[in-house]
């Protein structure tokens, strides 16, 4: 039984930090990429951000920058850390693995197996 399951989000204002957490169980990531997504209402699943197996990242435009995105395949873990939030960061979050791409995984994921139940980032102005 594989689960991804999110911890971390919250409340923060404008300017603020806060960090969304996904540990898998059930089988092991090591050799595959797993990434974020997010969504808000009225919107779309977006991409947010990724991580190869070898640490390789890719951040949507308009977090890179601000957010960074880390891994630890001894732990089978995965954190994204958000810095300098904006209210349009928030969303629910959701932790997406394995991310199957060709070159970009913004442009051309084509599948992606597992997903966590999303965890909520707010951000007040």
């Known amino acids: 039984q594989v689960e991804l399951v999110e911890s971390g989000g919250g409340l923060v204002q404008a300017g603020g930090s806060l960090s969304v957490s996904c540990a898998a169980s059930g089988r092991t990531f090591r050799y595959y990429a797993m990434g974020w997504f997010r969504q808000s209402p009225g919107k779309e699943r977006e991409f947010v951000a990724s991580?190869?197996?070898?640490?390789?990242?890719f951040y949507k435009d308009s977090v890179e920058g601000r957010f960074t995105l880390s891994r630890d395949n001894s732990k089978n873990t995965m954190v994204l850390l958000m810095n300098n939030l904006k209210p349009e960061d928030t969303a629910v979050y959701y932790c997406?693995?394995?991310?199957?791409?060709?070159?970009?995984?913004?442009?051309?994921?084509?599948?992606?197996?597992?997903w966590g139940k999303g965890v909520l980032v707010t951000v007040s102005s």
């Open positions: 991580i190869a197996w070898n640490g390789q990242t």
């Open positions: 997406a693995a394995p991310i199957s791409y060709y070159d970009d995984p913004r442009r051309d994921y084509y599948g992606i197996d597992y």
